[in-house]
Nanobody, 121 residues
Framework: QVQLVESGGGFVEAGGSLRLSCAAS????????VGWYRQAPGKERELVAS??????TDYSDSAWGRFTISRDDTNTVHLQMNSLKPEDTAVYYC????????????????WGQGTQVTVSS
């Protein structure tokens, strides 16, 4: 199985920056992609950014140009968030997508515990 631990959330003023981290441990070879999601009060959880294979990235329209997702050599995925807006306020979760295949067929994905990001106006 895979365990995910998030860190880096907090309180910031509009226009500021935060860097979130998602550290994966366990059967990390069973991960095909990692995504950062967020959920604001009263809203559905939405995908913000994802990274596949360490280099292929994708962003939501709201994150494009302001957020950057990356992965380092320690199985940690980072989300650098710049030019933050009050509407970015949410609980941010990382999700590890299962790769499937031999040796990984019992792994169906993992969620982190979530980290709160609050942006004041």
């Amino acid at each position: 199985q895979v365990q995910l631990v998030e860190s880096g959330g907090g309180f910031v003023e509009a226009g500021g920056s935060l860097r979130l981290s998602c550290a994966a441990s366990g059967d990390t070879v069973c991960i095909s992609a990692v995504g950062w999601y967020r959920q604001a009060p009263g809203k559905e959880r939405e995908l913000v950014a994802s990274i596949r294979g360490g280099t292929s990235t994708d962003y939501s329209d709201s994150a494009w140009g302001r957020f950057t997702i990356s992965r380092d050599d320690t199985n940690t995925v980072h989300l650098q968030m710049n030019s933050l807006k009050p509407e970015d306020t949410a609980v941010y979760y990382c999700y590890a997508e299962p790769a499937g295949g031999k040796g990984c067929d019992s792994y169906f994905g993992s969620w982190g515990q979530g980290t709160q990001v609050t942006v004041s106006s």
